[in-house]
């Protein structure tokens, strides 16, 4: 594997662990009533990505 794809597939992970905040912060900003019509939070809620990581999923 060529150190560009490893790069790349770095910077989709970073890129997606940021649009997932993102929406998760969209969502908790919604009024109550409508989370719970949307069924928003699910209890079973992946972990947030941390630093700790990025090496498992490179």
């Excluded at 947030?48 to 490179?58: A, C, F, H, V």
């Amino acid at each position: 594997m060529s150190m560009f794809e490893t790069l790349a597939r770095y910077g989709a992970a970073f890129k997606n662990a940021r649009e997932a905040r993102k929406s998760e912060r969209v969502l908790n900003s919604l009024p109550m009533e409508i989370q719970k019509d949307i069924g928003w939070p699910v209890s079973h809620r992946p972990k947030r990505l941390s630093s700790n990581t990025w090496g498992r999923i490179l």
